[in-house]
C-alpha cells in the first residue's frame, strides 16, 4: 500500500479532490497550508506531491482529529537499522488515549521517513509525549546522542484535520 500527499492552497486542493471523487482524501491544514494525503496502490496523482511505501500501518485514519508528523532524513545505509528499530517497537501507542492511527512511511524518492501519528486531539498527544511509554521508545542507547543513521536533524510538522464530512 501506498501514500500519496500534496501541500496547497484550500482552492487548490479543493480543485484537485474534486477531479477525483473516488478517492478518500484526508485534508489537514496548519495556518493556511492545506495538506492532501490519500492511501491506495495506485500511481500518485499529484503534479508536485510525494510518494510514499506504507511500511507499518496502525489504526484507523479519521476526518476529525491532530496529526503529527515526524520527518526523519535517513542514510542510505542505516535505512534497514531504521525501520527494523520500528517493526520491534512494543505497541504501546494504539493503547494510549486519543490514539487513532500510526503509518512509518518510506519515501519512494529521497530518503526522509515520516513517522505519522493521528491523535483525537492535541491534548491526547501531548499526554503521550509526557508518558513513560513515550520515554522508554525515544531512549536512544547511546544517551542524547542521536542515532548514527540520522542523516540530519528531524522535525516535526503538526496538522488538525480538516472535517470534509
Do not use: C
Not at 500518485?44 to 503529527?68: D, M, P, Q
Not at 505519522?116 to 513515550?134: G, L, M, R, V
Not at 546522542?145 to 488538525?160: L, R
Amino acid at each position: 500500500m501506498k501514500a500519496h500527499m500534496t501541500n496547497g492552497t484550500l482552492e487548490i486542493i479543493t480543485k484537485i479532490t474534486n477531479k477525483h471523487p473516488d478517492i478518500k482524501f484526508y485534508l489537514m491544514n496548519s495556518g493556511t497550508n492545506v495538506l492532501a494525503y490519500y492511501e491506495d496502490s495506485k500511481q500518485n496523482i499529484f503534479a508536485s506531491g510525494r510518494g510514499y511505501e506504507i511500511l507499518i500501518s496502525k489504526g484507523t485514519i479519521r476526518n476529525k482529529g491532530f496529526v503529527v508528523m515526524n520527518n526523519i532524513t535517513v542514510t542510505e545505509d542505516g535505512r534497514t537499522v531504521f525501520e527494523d528499530r520500528f517493526k520491534q517497537r512494543s505497541s504501546s501507542i494504539e493503547s494510549s488515549p486519543g490514539f487513532q492511527a500510526f503509518r512509518l512511511l518510506e519515501p519512494e524518492s529521497g530518503n526522509k521517513y515520516i513517522v505519522f501519528t493521528q491523535w483525537a486531539s492535541i491534548e491526547d498527544y501531548d499526554n503521550w509525549k509526557n508518558s513513560d511509554a513515550f520515554k522508554k521508545q525515544h531512549q536512544s542507547a547511546g544517551g542524547t546522542k542521536p542515532p548514527a543513521y540520522f542523516a540530519d536533524t528531524p522535525y516535526i510538522t503538526t496538522y488538525n484535520m480538516v472535517d470534509t464530512d
